[in-house]
């Protein structure tokens, strides 16, 4: 049986690298309509699963959303462990009046090209969010909160936040594992590693199952960094001869009929 539960857990064993490393998990193939995963992504999951088993974690924490947790399955099934669920590693919940739906509320990403790149703010790590259509939808206060909730976090392992980077309080070897979001993920990169989630959102793209890898670097001592070391991984969908989902993506040629235009 896998056993999920909300209670915090301390550190326990260190790991076996060379520094602390977050690994942030994509959910697999989504069926958004029933919050769970399609036939595709219960496969990806298992594929997944064959990877991160063989992986020691300090750590694991999901979010509380079903196709997250559906993924996180296979793996703490092979690992026996549990996972800590965190309603704030849930897919990111605001909605705004987006330019291109002036009908009802949308969600904070997916803009047409044109239309958020006309801001400049947009690109600003410090001030992306105080334009206007994100201030209507107050974005900027539940990124706080969701930074807040992951710094303390942190904290706990050792790593306190200070101004742009880290103060290692107690630097450790330890990993973390995160099963969540592409929308959410973007949020934590971003803060990691000083950039505005907007270019996260529309300049990258993590397939369904994508093993997103970050590690503290310390070449001062007592003061830390994080640096990606790989963004969406899927080598485990490869290696078993599976091409990723679409999902995340959108057509890369207009014509592409068979593709994601909306």
């Known amino acids: 049986m896998v056993l999920i539960h909300h209670l915090q857990t301390d550190s326990g064993v260190s790991g076996t690298g060379t520094n602390m490393k977050l690994v942030i998990v994509r959910h697999g193939d989504p069926d958004y309509e029933h919050d769970t995963l399609t036939k595709t992504g219960w496969e990806e999951a ?3 699963s064959e990877r991160l088993s063989k992986m020691h974690f300090d750590g694991i924490f999901c979010s509380p959303r079903g196709r997250a947790r559906d993924t996180a399955a296979p793996t703490l099934q092979k690992l026996g462990r549990e996972a800590v669920i965190c309603d704030w590693l849930q897919e990111f919940p605001a909605q705004i009046w987006r330019p291109d739906c002036p009908e009802h509320r949308q969600i904070v990403w997916d803009w047409l090209p044109q239309d958020w790149t006309a ?3 947009f690109y600003d790590p410090d001030h992306w969010a105080d334009n206007e259509v994100m201030r209507e939808g107050h974005v900027g206060e539940q990124v706080s909160e969701v930074i807040r909730q992951f710094d303390a ?3 706990k392992w050792g790593y306190e936040r200070n101004g742009r980077i880290y103060r290692a309080v107690r630097p450790s ?3 973390l594992l995160f099963f969540c979001h592409f929308g959410l993920g973007s949020i934590l990169l971003g803060h990691l590693i000083g950039v505005s989630p907007m270019v996260l959102w529309h300049g990258t793209a993590v397939a369904p199952t994508g093993v997103t890898t970050v590690a503290t670097e310390e070449r001062v001592r007592g003061t830390a ?5 790989q963004l969406g991984d899927i080598s485990h969908l490869y290696a078993a001869g599976r091409e990723p989902s679409f999902s995340a993506r959108f057509c890369e040629c207009y014509d592409n009929a068979d ?4």
């Open 46 to 48: 298992e594929l997944l």
């Open 119 to 121: 801001h400049p703010e």
């Open 153 to 155: 976090l942190l904290a």
């Open 173 to 175: 070897n330890d990993t």
């Open 225 to 229: 960094s994080f640096r990606i070391l």
């Open 259 to 262: 593709e994601r235009h909306v």
